[in-house]
């Protein structure tokens, strides 16, 4: 299996659980990452439209999510693109929830719901 190679390296150096989690748990963060999950390659721009903070805290958090690995980007000309980096999330899942049954937590989850009347 050959490894995705990205414009600034392998979508894989320098991956840090921690600083994945550490990452992932500031929910301005995890926005970002929702909002380049829908449309990979935005500017810094278009990042802060819509976002409640402002351009220096994007660029911040931003600064954090390319430390952790979970947005790289590339410059195409003077606009720097940021794009969605899935694979440490996909290492967490495996690592963290693919070791325990799936089908039984899914089981679990769904019988939570319907005893607390979450019907989302």
């Avoid at 390319?66 to 410059?75: F, G, I, P």
């Avoid at 003077?78 to 996909?90: A, C, F, G, S």
Wanted: aromatic letters at 4%; charged letters at 25%.
């Amino acid at each position: 299996m050959g490894l995705d190679m990205q414009p600034n390296g392998c979508i894989l150096a320098g991956m840090s659980m921690d600083a994945v989690f550490r990452a992932l748990a500031d929910e301005g963060r995890r926005n970002l990452l929702d909002r380049l999950h829908a449309q990979s390659g935005q500017t810094l721009n278009e990042l802060c439209e819509e976002m409640e903070m402002s351009r220096q805290a994007v660029a911040k958090h931003l600064g954090i999510l390319e430390e952790a690995n979970l947005v790289v980007v590339q410059w195409r000309g003077r606009e720097k693109l940021h794009y969605l980096n899935p694979v440490p999330i996909n290492e967490i899942a495996e690592r963290w929830i693919g070791k325990y049954e799936r089908n039984r937590l899914a089981a679990l989850s769904a019988l939570k719901q319907a005893l607390e009347g979450d019907n989302k």
